[in-house]
């Protein structure tokens, strides 16, 4: 399976932290489902200094692009629009 890092920065708008907040539950719905069918591998906040959540890194693992795609099109974070700038890569996790 093809691995992919991807990582999502929050919007900076005052509504930016309600969003997620409201997205989180589904969001966190789907990481558990990803985990189940061994195409989750981890994930977590970004936060800054404060503590305060500001995005998100996913590593997920995926047999095809249209699998990676059909993420990308059901995920909460994204469809809520709680993340503002978001970069997937492919990524190999080190066998260590």
């Known amino acids: 399976m093809q691995q992919y890092i991807i990582q999502g920065w929050d919007g900076t708008d005052e509504k930016a932290l309600e969003r997620r907040m409201n997205a989180r539950p589904a969001h ?8 189940t069918t061994g195409h989750y591998v981890l994930g977590g906040a970004i936060l800054n200094e404060e503590g305060k959540m500001i995005g998100s890194t996913m590593v997920l ?3 095809s692009k249209e699998q990676l795609q059909q993420w990308i099109d059901s995920e909460p974070y994204i469809i809520e629009k709680v993340w503002e700038k978001i970069d997937i890569r492919s990524f190999k996790v080190a066998d260590v």
Do not use: I, T, V
Not at 28 to 35: C, N, P, S, V
């Open 28 to 35: 966190l719905e789907g990481a558990r489902k990803l985990k």
């Open 61 to 63: 693992q995926f047999e």
